[in-house]
T-cell receptor, first 113, second 114 residues
Framework: GAGVSQSPSNKVTEKGKDVELRCDPI?????LYWYRQSLGQGLEFLIY????????KSGLPSDRFSAERTGGSVSTLTIQRTQQEDSAVYLC???????????FGSGTRLTVV | AQTVTQSQPEMSVQEAETVTLSCTYD???????LFWYKQPPSRQMILVIR??????QNATENRFSVNFQKAAKSFSLKISDSQLGDTAMYFC???????????FGQGTRLTINP
């Protein structure tokens, strides 16, 4: 597709359940980022994939969070045993060449009840 | 450490007025880049304007311009002739060359009133 696609657009889950958020980046973009945007806050870096290199997981807030990128394309962010504080918008961005080449998806709004 | 601060949580102006959004940043690096992103209700982050730190000339994109004060580590966004469609969250961000991560400020919610 022409842009970064994220699914689902909205997700409501019960506390303690696991959730998977999906990101389809722009074809050919080698870098992919996940950010979290909590209500009234800026974007918080979670994890970064670049080609075949080991991902930079330094932003993941706890071991309940994990992410993988399949075949250098689609990425899945998994949150296990969700907590209410996990409620946020999760944004994915893929990066092409050049500065400012970040293209963001429309995010997944996760609500943990 | 790299930090970005936006001190104005919300702003509101009338259509056609000029508005300036403030941003300060802190980095010890000499090679970095600064950005302003717009986030409308659709949630998608849209690049508005970018500035390379080594360039003294302020970047301009149509009605959008920046006032880059390197010594003061200030990077404000000016929107001229504001339009209703400019209503959105605006985020300032920095990227250190080689660091690979955008660091964002807390955002400013801008409302353009008819």
């Amino acid at each position: 597709g022409a842009g970064v696609s994220q699914s689902p657009s909205n997700k409501v889950t019960e506390k303690g359940k696991d959730v998977e958020l999906r990101c389809d980046p722009i074809s050919g973009h080698t870098a992919l980022y996940w950010y979290r945007q909590s209500l009234g806050q800026g974007l918080e870096f979670l994890i970064y994939f670049q080609g075949n290199s080991a991902p930079d997981k330094s932003g993941l807030p706890s071991d309940r969070f994990s992410a993988e990128r399949t075949g250098g394309s689609v990425s899945t962010l998994t949150i296990q045993r969700t907590q209410q504080e996990d409620s946020a918008v999760y944004l994915c961005a893929s990066v092409g060449l050049g500065l400012g080449g970040y293209t963001f998806g429309s995010g997944t709004r996760l609500t943990v009840v | 450490a790299q930090t970005v601060t936006q001190s104005q949580p919300e702003m509101s102006v009338q259509e056609a007025e000029t508005v300036t959004l403030s941003c300060t940043y802190d980095t010890s690096e000499s090679n970095y880049y600064l950005f302003w992103y717009k986030q409308p209700p659709s949630r998608q982050m849209i690049l508005v304007i970018r500035q390379e730190a080594y360039k003294q000339q302020n970047a301009t994109e149509n009605r959008f311009s920046v006032n880059f004060q390197k010594a003061a580590k200030s990077f404000s966004l000016k929107i001229s002739d504001s339009q209703l469609g400019d209503t959105a969250m605006y985020f300032c961000a920095s990227l250190i060359q080689g660091a690979q991560k955008l660091v964002f400020g807390q955002g400013t919610r801008l409302t353009i009133n008819p």
